[in-house]
């Protein structure tokens, strides 16, 4: 598979160290906003590890356990370790060695797949969803980084395989952007969940259609993500 050719490709890119830097960053972060909050810190499963404390807490308050999730993918990225890595010089010239273009990260975040919270896994979108000239539409492509193995059970990514040439058509829905299920040229593409091990980057052009599996481990995975521009 090849970026080029069918719009991703996986390259080995943080180590077992970086992984688990940000596997801290987020634990971390959930207790800062767990102990930050009203609810007793010892009901927000703090013994628990990373893969299964949101999981815990869903069992009994599937609201608070969405609530610190949303923390994470909204505020955790600004850690420095976080800024630190998306801004690595390594990471950087493997992003350029597979886009074949300079590029510089310009926005980043932390995701996360939940088999208790399925309702918020993402539907099918590109990244860039329509030409017009925002920030947005000048994304190069994005880095997925699963900080866990990640594949079809794991709530890992399908992709519409293929070099698309423009964005399929997307619909608004409240707080996101994402394409029919009843597109034909999106029924019709070949689709392919791809393998990631921990720490490796889903490098994903910008029309590539893709959306997040249904997670059916039993457990969270997290991820991180950045978005490059030229």
Not at 123 to 130: L, N, P, Y
Not at 181 to 199: M, Y
Not at 200 to 205: A, C, M, P, V
Request: net charge negative.
């Amino acid at each position: 598979m090849t970026y080029h050719t069918d719009g991703f490709e996986i390259r080995p890119l943080l180590s077992g160290v970086d992984v688990a830097e940000l596997c801290s960053v987020i634990t971390n972060q959930l207790d800062r906003v767990a102990c930050a909050l009203l609810k007793p810190y010892a009901e927000t499963a703090p013994d628990a590890g990373l893969e299964e404390r949101i999981e815990h807490i869903a069992l009994k308050d599937r609201s608070f356990a969405g609530l610190l999730g949303d923390a994470i993918a909204t505020d955790a990225y600004q850690h420095p370790t976080a800024m630190r890595l998306a801004k690595d010089s390594r990471l950087l010239a493997v992003a350029e060695s597979v886009t074949g273009a300079p590029v510089a990260a310009k926005t980043i975040r932390f995701r996360y797949s939940s088999s208790a919270l399925a309702g918020k896994r993402q539907g099918w979108h590109s990244d860039v969803a329509r030409m017009d000239g925002s920030a947005c539409s000048k994304t190069h492509c994005a880095i997925w980084i699963p900080l866990s193995d990640a594949g079809i059970a794991t709530g890992g990514l399908e992709i519409a395989r293929g070099k698309w040439g423009s964005p399929l058509a997307h619909d608004a829905i409240p707080g996101a952007f994402v394409i029919s299920d009843t597109d034909r040229e999106l029924q019709q593409a070949e689709k392919i969940c791809p393998i990631v091990p921990a720490g490796h980057g889903l490098f994903i052009d910008r029309f590539t259609p893709h959306r997040a599996l249904e997670n059916v481990s039993g457990k969270t995975r997290w991820s991180f993500v950045i978005w490059m521009q030229e």
